[in-house]
């Protein structure tokens, strides 16, 4: 079962458009992470979002995690090539046990020069 | 200060073989996770360990094992490796619960 899904799949731009990645759910998660991932490497953390209508900024990119926490977005401003990765949000859901997380499908950003 | 390695970096099966997938972190971190990464699947969680000597199963644990050998090690056995197993696999560290997680570089298997 997928729980998060993130729009568009792939997202071919170029050089100093502006873009925003899409990660929605039916389910409500305690917090919300975005992922960087280059080729042959692991994922690296951007941003984590914990309160419903949460905005952070991180330079060019702004994240936001909706009000009803199921949903948040990645915007670009004026993308650069070394913005080219997959992208991924993740929702963790807490259980006693301790706490799961659940991926999103991935976005693939190509910024051409 | 390595953060986290994961061993070997590249594994070929054959049906039916057996494997183990080794993880270490030299972070302190109490919580450990293992994924899948298939193409347009993102990252699908295999098992995971809250803490040291407590395991649970994760989203796909179907033809794994797992093992949290002390704090600092974490591994994934496969017992009859199938090709459907063929995939990238990544291990990953965390404080505890909601914290960022730390993925170390993967480990490429193909079962033929």
């Known amino acids: 079962t997928q729980l998060l899904e993130q729009s568009p799949q792939f997202l071919s731009i170029q050089e100093g458009e502006n873009l925003t990645v899409y990660c929605n759910s039916s389910s409500v998660f305690s917090s919300l992470q975005w992922y960087r991932q280059e080729p042959g490497e692991g994922p690296v953390l951007l941003v984590t979002?914990?309160?419903?209508?949460e905005v952070k900024k991180l330079k060019r990119l702004t994240f936001q995690f909706g009000d009803a926490r199921k949903d948040s977005s990645l915007h670009i401003t004026a993308a650069q090539p070394g913005d080219t990765g997959l992208y991924l949000c993740?929702?963790?859901?807490?259980?006693?046990?301790?706490?799961?997380?659940?991926f999103g499908t991935g976005t693939s950003l190509t910024v051409i020069p | 200060n390595a953060g986290v390695t994961q061993t070997p970096k590249f594994q070929v099966l054959k049906t039916g073989q057996s494997m183990t997938l080794q993880c270490a972190q030299d972070m302190n971190h109490n919580s450990m996770y293992w994924y899948r990464q298939d193409p347009g699947m993102g990252l699908r969680l295999i098992y995971y360990s809250a803490s040291e000597g407590t395991t649970d199963k994760g989203e796909v644990p179907n033809g794994y094992n797992v093992s949290r050998l002390n704090k600092r090690e974490f591994s994934l056995r496969l017992e009859s490796a199938a090709p459907s197993q063929t995939s990238v696999y990544f291990c990953a560290t965390a404080r505890g619960a909601s914290y960022e997680q730390y993925f170390g570089p993967g480990t490429r298997l193909t079962v033929t």
């Open positions: 993740a929702g963790a859901e807490v259980s006693n046990t301790g706490n799961q997380f659940y």
């Open positions: 979002v914990v309160t419903g209508g």
